[in-house]
């Protein structure tokens, strides 16, 4: 069997991939393999990666990242790669656009007290 690029799929068949990485990797969690279930997430999120149009991501915009607690400050995106860093760090680090969780602030609707 010969396997696509992710690149190559369609919307639908990258859907499919991304459920079929969801069942393996539960299976592979069951099974006590979790080096295979780490491989299968990172399918899942490039697969789900595919799926986002990369103009939809903000450069200079601070995101979540799934399985996460680290904050992500957007520099540049190539492909479905956003490289960028983490908040308080100097290094760079790139995740796929998949696992970039958008972060909403609630908006402050008091008015200002006058005296």
């Given at each position: ?7 190559q ?20 969690l ?11 997430e ?15 991501i ?39 656009i ?9 908006k ?8």
């Amino acid at each position: 069997m010969v396997t696509k690029l992710l690149s190559q799929m369609s919307r639908i068949e990258l859907l499919e991939e991304m459920i079929r990485c969801q069942d393996k990797g539960k299976e592979a969690l069951e099974e006590g393999m979790l080096s295979e279930y780490q491989v299968l997430e990172k399918r899942y999120y490039l697969a789900k990666s595919y799926t986002i149009d990369p103009s939809t991501i903000t450069l200079g915009i601070t995101y979540g990242i799934e399985n996460d607690t680290n904050l992500f400050v957007v520099n540049e995106l190539r492909g479905v790669m956003a490289y960028g860093h983490a908040i308080g760090q100097e290094e760079e680090i790139a995740y796929p656009i998949g696992m970039l969780i958008e972060i909403t602030f609630p908006k402050d609707h008091s008015s200002p007290k006058t005296s």
